[in-house]
Each structure stands twice: as structure tokens, then as C-alpha cells.
């Protein structure tokens, strides 16, 4: 019997040595709907990406067969739950090159994870004068918690400034690291931009600082290898949900030194070794931060959508958005109308622009009907709209089964808002 975590060999999406898109496509039941009577074609893969069958199966396959809590039964059921559990804490561990599992806690996602760190490691390390460092294209998710911190230590946030293109100025935020910065808070992809960060620099100038750096990966590792060991880095956060996993699950990589040092971040059940009412001793890592019922079918499926990202290859996967990148910033270049935001060197699968007079939620709106699906807005990264002097940007981002012919599908839809409007 297939267990609920993940796919055998066989039904490996690529067996070839290209990215076999077509074939993947079969794997993502609703890639097959039409939304207003056009083939849906997916472009909003940075809000949250689809789900193939064998993460929707994993799931299904855990209600259907294995439903039991874990880390409490001693009957089948619960073993087999915490089996498919743990076994997922492995993969993610892998799956990120950490040291060990105790390193791995699971989380609602990247925003409860940086929140986690906010709460748990902020409130014991950080004090008055002291100084969070973030950059200016950092999501609402990594700006806020750290706000909120901030007014609350009286330490003092600071933002790493960058270029036209979207660039990290990464001689200002070296400037701006010193005996009082505490930590530096930076994502590793922009969401709005999709400039990739030059991590390594980033963590070695703070560490020099004596600063420690938590990486918001919820745009990288569904698009490149992370590796937390090469990285160097602190904490690193992502989701579920935009890894092709199911919404409600994330994950939050700490260094053990460091997360042995952090008091829980909630109370409960399973985070605790015994309770009495004079006193509680706490339980070993990772379990010190899961308090209460953890969601079990969320962590399975993010299992399940590990082993899918891995059976399709993740250098596979990069090289094949990388080519649709390019193909799609050439198509939106050869438009007059266009203005691409975020040019960076180094970026991945986010097509963020603007169409010449018209607002981008009129072309969200034309976009639909032609049954493209792009988001419009300020992506929850209000300064980087202010940084650019927009209020808002239309943003096609890609993933792994999107194709060249959706992107043409995108310019044609493109050219005919431009027409509606002129
Ligand atoms: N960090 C980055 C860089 C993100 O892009 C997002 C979500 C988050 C954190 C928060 O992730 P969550 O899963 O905890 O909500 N970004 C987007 C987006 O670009 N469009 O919708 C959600």
C-alpha cells in the first residue's frame, strides 16, 4: 500500500534529462480548467503555487487512512502519523542542508516563523538602542514583527537602501552594520522584484558585526538549492504553500545553539518534558516550539511536496524558469507600454510591471477574462511601491509548470488591454 507521504520512483514527473513541462502539467489537475471558457494559464505562482496530484493524494491518503495525533498514541495509527510526520522534519532537513532535525520546526508558514523568531529570540536578545536591520524590499511579513519588536524594546529598526534596478546597495548596508546591530532580517528573493539577494555577503558582513541574520526564503527554495550550512545563516523561513505544499504549513530552519538559547514562543501541549503548577520544564528541540496539535495532513503534504520538487530535480526546475524569465522580460521589453520594476542581475520568476496609463487592477481584470491569472497590487511590500513611485504593479510570476506558449498567451492578452484602453 502507498503510505501518505510522497511518490514512488516510478511516477517521477522527469525521468529525461530536460524539464518535461508537458508531462508535469498532467500532474496539476486544475491546469485543466477553463476560466471563462479559456485554458487557465497560472501566473500568480508567488501568491501560492498549485498543487499536484501527489500532494492533493498524500493528504487524502492520511484522512483516508492514517488520521491519529502524533507523538502521543501507542496504537498503529498514531505511529504510523508520527512516522509520516518526523519523516517529513528529515526531508525538510534535507531537503535545506541542515544539521539535524531538532533544527526544523514546523509553523504556520514564513510569517509565523518570523514572528517565532520576533517573539521568541527578539524579546530575550534584543534591547533598548539596540538595531534590526532590514532592507527595502523586504514583504509586510519581514518589516512588521520587527516594527512591532522595535517599538516595544525601543530598539531602532533600520532599512538597507537599494538601486533602480532593485538592487541591494550592498556597500550602504554594510555602512549601516555596527556594535548595536542585533540582527539583520532579509529576503533571500524579492516577491514584488524578484532580485536575488547576495546572501553570502550579507552573512558574512553581519556575522563580522556580531549580528545574526534570519533569511525569508519564501521565494527561493521553490526555485533554487538552499543550502543553510552554505549560507551560513541563522534562521531561514519558508511556506508550504508556494512549494507546491499545502497553505497552513511553513517551516522555520534555527541553529541549535540559538534556538536552545530562545523561551518558547507558545504553551501548550506536546512542548513541554512536565507540569506541575509550581513549574514546567520545557521540552528538547524541535518541540519546545510545536505547542498543541500540530497540522499533521499539512506537514505530510508538504512532504509529499518535497519529494515532488526533488523527483523533477530543483536545478531543472531553476533552468527551465530561468528560460521563461528571459523569454518573458523580452516579450514585456519589445512593448513600449511596459515599464518592468525589478531588473535586477540576479533575479527568478517575477515579472512585476506597469502598463502606460492604465491601472494594473484594469489590467488584472481584462487579463482574467482572457483566463490568465496575474496579482495586482502592492504584492504586501508597500514600500517598494513607494520606492518606485507606483501604487501598485501587475505581477506574473512563474513556476515549474508554466510554459513560453502561456507567455505568449500573456502578451497577446497585453496587447489587446492596451488596445481597450487607447
Ligand atoms: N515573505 C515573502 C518574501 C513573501 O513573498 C511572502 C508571501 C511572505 C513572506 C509571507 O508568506 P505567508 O505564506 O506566511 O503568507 N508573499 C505573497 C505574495 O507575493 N503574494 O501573496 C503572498
Same mark, same amino acid.
Given at each position: 500500500m502507498k503510505t501518505a507521504r510522497g511518490i514512488d520512483a516510478r511516477e517521477s514527473p522527469d525521468g529525461g534529462s530536460s524539464c518535461d513541462v508537458q508531462r508535469i502539467r498532467e500532474d496539476f489537475p486544475i491546469l485543466k480548467q477553463l476560466i471563462h471558457g479559456k485554458p487557465l494559464v497560472y501566473l500568480d505562482n508567488a501568491a501560492t503555487t498549485q498543487?499536484?496530484?501527489?500532494?492533493?493524494?498524500?493528504?487524502?491518503?492520511?484522512? %483516508?487512512?492514517?488520521?491519529?495525533?502524533?507523538?502521543?498514541?501507542?496504537?498503529?495509527? %498514531?505511529?504510523?502519523?508520527?512516522?509520516g510526520f518526523e519523516a517529513t522534519r528529515s526531508s525538510v532537513r534535507r531537503f535545506i542542508h541542515a544539521r539535524d532535525d531538532r533544527e526544523i520546526v514546523f509553523v504556520r508558514g514564513a510569517t509565523e516563523a518570523i514572528n517565532l523568531v520576533a517573539c521568541s529570540y527578539g524579546r530575550a536578545h534584543v534591547r533598548a538602542g539596540d538595531e534590526v536591520l532590514v532592507t527595502a524590499m523586504e514583504h509586510h511579513s519581514n518589516i512588521v514583527p520587527w516594527q512591532m519588536l522595535c517599538a516595544e524594546k525601543g530598539a531602532k529598526l533600520r532599512v538597507a537602501p537599494m538601486n533602480s534596478k532593485g538592487e541591494l546597495l550592498l556597500e550602504e548596508y554594510e555602512r549601516l552594520l555596527g556594535p548595536r546591530t542585533c540582527l539583520v532580517a532579509v529576503t533571500h528573493v524579492s516577491n514584488a522584484l524578484g532580485t536575488v539577494n547576495p546572501l553570502h555577503e550579507i552573512v558574512e558582513m553581519a556575522h563580522r558585526n556580531g549580528a545574526v541574520v534570519l533569511v525569508d526564503g519564501a521565494q527561493a527554495v521553490q526555485h533554487m538549492r538552499v543550502d543553510v550550512q552554505a549560507l551560513d545563516c541563522d534562521f531561514y523561513v519558508f511556506s508550504g504553500h508556494k512549494i507546491y505544499g499545502p497553505t497552513g504549513i511553513g517551516v522555520l530552519y534555527g541553529r541549535e545553539r540559538l534556538l536552545e538559547s530562545m523561551p518558547p514562543y507558545q504553551g501548550g501541549g506536546d512542548m513541554i518534558a512536565s507540569v506541575t503548577f509550581e513549574k514546567t520544564v520545557y521540552n528538547k528541540l524541535p518541540y519546545k516550539f510545536e505547542a498543541g496539535t500540530p497540522d499533521i495532513a499539512g506537514v505530510i503534504g508538504l512532504g509529499a511536496a518535497i519529494d515532488y520538487l526533488q523527483s523533477v530535480g530543483i536545478e531543472k526546475i531553476t533552468s527551465h524558469e530561468q528560460d521563461l524569465l528571459h523569454y518573458g522580460t523580452s516579450i514585456l521589453e519589445g512593448m513600449p507600454e511596459i515599464r518592468i520594476l525589478g531588473t535586477a542581475a540576479a533575479k527568478t520568476s517575477v515579472l512585476s510591471f506597469t502598463v502606460q496609463g492604465i491601472h494594473p487592477h484594469d489590467v488584472g481584470t481584462i487579463l482574467d477574462q482572457e483566463g490568465i491569472a496575474i496579482r495586482t497590487g502592492h504584492h504586501c511590500a508597500q514600500p517598494v511601491m513607494d520606492?518606485?513611485?507606483?501604487?501598485?504593479?501587475?505581477?506574473?510570476?512563474?513556476?515549474?509548470?508554466?510554459?513560453?506558449?502561456?507567455?505568449?498567451?500573456?502578451?497577446?492578452?497585453?496587447?489587446?488591454?492596451?488596445?481597450v484602453f487607447s
Open positions: 498543487k499536484p496530484r501527489q500532494v492533493i493524494e498524500s493528504i487524502v491518503s492520511f484522512y %483516508s487512512e492514517e488520521c491519529s495525533n502524533v507523538h502521543r498514541g501507542v496504537h498503529l495509527l %498514531s505511529e504510523r502519523a508520527t512516522r520606492f518606485f513611485g507606483v501604487p501598485a504593479t501587475a505581477r506574473a510570476s512563474l513556476a515549474l509548470y508554466n510554459t513560453r506558449d502561456e507567455l505568449d498567451a500573456l502578451a497577446a492578452a497585453l496587447r489587446k488591454v492596451i488596445e
